[in-house]
Every structure is written in structure tokens, then in C-alpha cells.
């Protein structure tokens, strides 16, 4: 359904994106992740026809995006990063405007609109102005607005991005009963949003892929190494400590993260697959010392990065062609 | 044009969504019935006078009340004009709908196109204010009709033209302030231009003096409908259009 094949965009002094490719099949969600500025929105506006791409190219729907834009904007619809909506207009002449704009005929228009409201439940604030509306509101009218036309691919820039709690799962909920009929890409620097919501990752950091693969099959090669955080307490030495913990069966390593009254603080790296934590706990103890804390500590997308740029990425590109 | 004729429709009701619109018209209507007062105030003096001097002349309404208001009217126009076209594009710029536009299916044309007609008919209807003190003439007078509607499409033609140079410079910046200051300062050139040919009569000054629209409008004021004058106004619709399109694909660049 969207192919893109070494897609690129220069800006003075600096590549935004940087030879980009991947293929997204019909009726898949897809979670784009990368940290701020990664360049997934300017990846987004090159497939929605936003913006050219300087080199390369990409398909959406089967029409090339610098070839025929139009036929492309037709099957695409595009929630940007604040939705674009007209703070004076009311709820339901926004999407009758947008609907016409997007090419909706007009015996139509009253049929996909009631749809669209109904699947973005805006019944209540149809009468009210876009400008009045609280944020998760003008976040649904948003996505109410990129699905009005109907379209194969549904391009969704962070939509849950300042949203309370609430109104983040209600739209994950409402993006995942979307998805077969309708293909979706959306954005996040949120790991567990691409694990709840997607079925496909493509990670991104400064412009460049660094994967694509299954959520299950990535979150799989990501959790099989864990990072311990220890804290222990009445070791004469911290060199002593680490000896210690680096004779552990699976501990791949080990660093002293800080010092305080000779309590030391410890990350340990294990390897893939082994569950070391009753070991470490019971090395200490057995030592005569006291175990303060002991916890995985949760990897950090910048974490996940290190990772996969420093380790994975032959291996990690191209997963499941 | 279905594309273009949604635009319009789009502009034209947040025209008057907000208080622009009618700020303008009380405005204009104010302002134009104040030219027109004092027109005929100083033609009924005039008249009386040389009636009592024994000039059996009877003066003509076209030339002592038509004519100058005319002008007059021209002048608000470089006022008017920047505010009705700064919001076009520098609005959809700050407000991030730019984005929803230039990821619909339609072509940059007739967006411009539908955003020009919008600010067009807006003007008209501004305009159309003051065609209700031009038929209280016909109520009390027998002032000559051709010469009036020549000036009013001179009017027209004349703000098509600039009404295009504003929505061009309202695409480039976020800033309605700024898009409305650099447009009335364009407008404001164009009128000087025609100061030149007071004092020189050199080429450079007579180019000068060619591309201000005042020497344009003369004219139409007096009743004269020339190809000449047609085609310049129309020239500047043109070439106001055309900048905006340009104007639009580089924002797509640069984006």
C-alpha cells in the first residue's frame, strides 16, 4: 500500500531524512518511532504530498507522490501534529467543508458524515465552534477530518501527543478499530503506544531507518537482554562489589553508577534470555552485604537506540521482507 | 473551479464569522457618504452661486459630484485593500491549516483562485455601499449612467489587481500584521508613483508614472473606457495571481 524507496529530504545544512525505505501492506498499522526531530513528521508530509522529497520516491495507494499528487491526496488521509482545524467554524460545518474539499460527492456528504461522527463519537459538540472545543475534542474532530473521504491510508502524526491519560487510550482504541479497512502509519516517541496500538515498527533516529520489524519480534530481541539497577550497602569496596557480581552466571557487565556513605549503586547488564535476578540477590547477601534495591530498569527509547545502532542494525533491517 | 468555488464559500463566510467584514462596510459607508455629502454640498453652492451671477450654464453632476468621489473612492481602496487580504494565507499559515489545503486534492490554482474571489467579492459588496449614494443622484438629478458604471469597473479592475498583489504577499509570512503593512506599502507606491510626472519627463519617470495605478484610474473617472487601461488592471490581476502560485510551490520547497 505506501512504498518508499530511498526517500529523502535535504534542508540548508542539515538531512531531515535520509534515505529512507519501507513498505507498509495493505490493512496494517504501522508505528513510526523515533525521538523528537527524528524526521518522521517531514517523512509524513513527503507521503501525504506535503512537501516534495529531494531524492527518491514513494507510492501511496499505487501513484507515485511527485508524479500524480492529486490521485495520491484522494486515498490519504493526514492528521498532522496540531489538527487543522478553523477556531470560527462549527464542528459540523468543518467536516462538511473538509469533506467537499477532499472530493466527497455531495449525495454523499450527509451519509459520511454521520459515519465519521458517529466513529469519532462528536455527536455531543457538532454545533459548537472548533476554537471552543478542549483539546481532546479537536483531536477527534482532527481524525474525524482525515477520515471523512474515506481514504485506503490514514497518516497520523503523534495523535495522542497532549492528551490526558484517558483520552490516550480512548484514541489508541479508536485508531485499532480502524485498521483493516483503512492503512495506517502513525507516529510516537512513545515505545508502549507501538506495542499497544501497532503491529509493525519502523524506528527512525537523525533521519536515518534503524529498523523494521514486528512489534513482537523486536520487543522480544529488546527484553532479552534486561538492565538491572542494584543497590548494595557494607562492602569495604566497590571494586570488591562489582567482582563479585561479574562472577554471576549472566551478567555481561558491570558499572558503578554512583557512591554515597558506601552505598554503591550498580547497573548490571545480562545476557539475552537469562533471568539473573535471584542470582545477583542471593551473591549479595551470601557476602555478607545489604541489598538496598534491586529492580529491572526500564530501557529508554534513547537506550533502544544505543542498542540497536551499536549492536542489531544489520541484522535488524529488513526483519520480515 | 467546483474546488475553487468551495474555497470561496469558505472565505467569504469567515469573512463575515468575524467582524471584518462588517468593520469594513461601517467603514467604507461612513467614509464614502462623507465624500459624497461634501460633493454635492459644494456642487448645490456652486450652482446656486453661478446662478445668481447669471451663468446661465447649467453644471454638469458627472464632472463636480461623480468624478471626485470616484477618486476618492479609489484612494480608501489602497486602505481597505491590505485588510481584507492579509488574513488569507498568513492565517492558514499560523494556524496549521495550510497543511489540511495542501494535502487536499486540489490544485494550487484554484486555491489561489478561490481565496482572490472571496477577497473580490467582498470588495464588490464594500464597494456596492456606495452605489446607493450614485442612485440618489438618478432620484434628484439626470446625471449621464455610462460614465458612472465606466468608473465603477475601473474601480473594480483596480482593486482586482491589487486585492491579487495582497494575497500574493499574504503567503509569504505567518504574520496578517505584517502581510497587511507590506501590502498597504505596495499599495501606497503604486498610487506615488504618478507623483513623478508632476516634475519630470524623463523615461524613468514616465515608467514610474505608467505603474501607478492612479494614472490608470484617471480615465475611468471621467467616463473613458481605454484598452490600454483595461489591460494593465487586468495585467496586475494576472501577475498577482501568478506570484502566488510561485510563492505557494516555494513554500512547498521549503517547507
Known amino acids: 500500500m505506501i512504498k518508499a524507496e530511498g526517500l529523502t529530504k535535504y534542508y540548508p545544512r542539515t538531512v531531515a531524512v535520509d534515505h529512507i525505505s519501507f513498505e507498509v501492506e495493505k490493512g496494517e498499522i504501522v508505528g513510526f518511532l523515533g525521538p523528537n526531530g527524528a524526521g518522521k513528521t517531514t517523512t509524513m508530509r513527503m507521503l501525504t504530498c506535503f512537501m516534495p522529497p529531494s531524492e527518491g520516491t514513494a507510492k501511496v495507494a499505487g501513484y507515485d507522490v511527485q508524479e500524480q499528487p492529486l490521485e495520491v491526496k484522494k486515498r490519504v488521509g493526514y492528521l498532522p501534529e496540531n489538527p487543522p482545524l478553523y477556531p470560527e467554524m462549527e464542528v459540523l460545518e468543518y467536516l462538511e467543508f473538509v469533506g467537499r474539499l477532499k472530493g466527497v460527492p455531495n449525495s454523499k456528504l450527509k451519509q459520511r458524515i454521520d459515519e465519521v461522527v458517529e466513529r469519532c463519537a462528536l455527536g455531543d459538540v457538532l454545533k459548537k465552534l472548533n476554537g471552543k472545543l478542549s483539546r481532546g475534542y479537536q483531536q477527534r474532530v482532527g481524525l474525524a477530518q482525515a477520515l471523512i473521504h474515506n481514504p485506503d491510508v490514514l497518516i497520523l502524526d503523534e495523535p495522542t501527543v497532549g492528551l490526558d491519560p484517558k483520552q490516550i487510550n480512548e484514541t489508541r482504541r479508536l485508531i485499532k478499530s480502524l485498521a483493516g479497512e483503512h492503512t495506517i502509519i502513525l507516529s510516537t516517541h512513545i515505545l508502549p503506544e507501538v506495542e499497544q496500538t501497532c503491529q509493525k515498527v519502523i524506528i527512525i533516529n537523525k533521519g536515518k531507518l534503524i529498523a523494521t520489524d514486528t512489534v513482537e519480534r523486536l520487543t522480544q530481541r529488546l527484553r532479552g537482554s534486561e538492565l538491572l539497577a542494584v543497590e548494595v550497602d557494607g562492602a569495604t569496596s566497590a571494586l570488591q562489589v562489582q567482582e563479585r557480581l561479574e562472577k554471576v552466571p549472566g551478567v555481561s557487565r558491570v558499572t558503578l553508577k554512583s557512591t554515597t556513605d558506601h552505598r554503591y549503586r550498580f547497573e548490571v547488564e545480562t545476557t539475552k534470555g537469562a533471568s539473573v535476578r535471584p542470582e545477583v540477590a542471593r551473591a549479595v547477601v551470601e557476602a555478607g552485604w545489604n541489598l538496598y534495591e534491586l529492580h529491572t530498569a526500564a530501557m529508554s527509547l534513547e537506550e533502544i537506540f544505543l542498542q540497536l545502532t551499536a549492536t542489531d542494525q544489520p541484522s535488524a533491517t529488513g526483519g520480515d521482507r | ?255
Open chain 2, 1 to 255: 473551479m467546483r474546488n475553487a468555488w468551495i474555497l470561496c464559500k469558505k472565505e467569504l463566510k469567515s469573512y463575515f464569522a468575524s467582524p471584518i467584514a462588517y468593520g469594513l462596510m461601517a467603514f467604507f459607508a461612513a467614509i464614502a457618504g462623507y465624500f459624497f455629502y461634501v460633493a454635492v454640498a459644494i456642487f448645490v453652492t456652486r450652482s446656486i452661486e453661478s446662478q445668481m451671477m447669471g451663468g446661465g450654464f447649467p453644471m454638469n453632476v458627472n464632472e463636480w459630484v461623480v468624478r471626485p468621489v470616484l477618486m476618492n473612492i479609489s484612494v480608501v481602496g489602497l486602505f481597505l485593500i491590505p485588510m481584507i487580504t492579509m488574513r488569507l494565507f498568513a492565517e492558514e499559515k499560523r494556524s496549521g491549516t495550510m497543511e489540511l489545503l495542501a494535502t487536499s486534492p486540489i490544485r494550487d490554482w484554484e486555491m489561489i483562485l478561490g481565496k482572490w474571489l472571496a477577497a473580490f467579492l467582498l470588495y464588490l459588496a464594500i464597494l456596492g455601499i456606495s452605489a446607493l449614494n450614485m442612485l440618489l443622484l438618478f432620484l434628484y438629478g439626470q446625471p449621464d449612467a455610462r460614465p458612472i458604471l465606466v468608473g465603477y469597473l475601473g474601480l473594480i479592475l483596480q482593486a482586482g489587481g491589487l486585492l491579487a498583489l495582497g494575497t500574493f504577499l499574504s503567503t509569504m509570512t505567518k504574520n496578517q500584521i505584517v502581510a497587511g503593512a507590506a501590502t498597504f506599502g505596495v499599495c501606497l507606491l503604486l498610487w506615488v508613483f504618478d507623483w513623478v510626472s508632476a516634475y519630470e519627463t524623463a523615461t524613468w519617470a514616465k515608467v514610474l508614472s505608467y505603474l501607478s495605478v492612479v494614472t490608470h484610474f484617471e480615465p475611468f473617472s471621467k467616463g473613458i473606457l481605454d484598452t490600454k487601461d483595461v489591460i494593465f488592471y487586468i495585467s496586475v490581476i494576472v501577475l498577482g495571481l501568478f506570484l502566488t502560485a510561485r510563492s505557494i510551490e516555494a513554500l512547498r520547497w521549503r517547507a
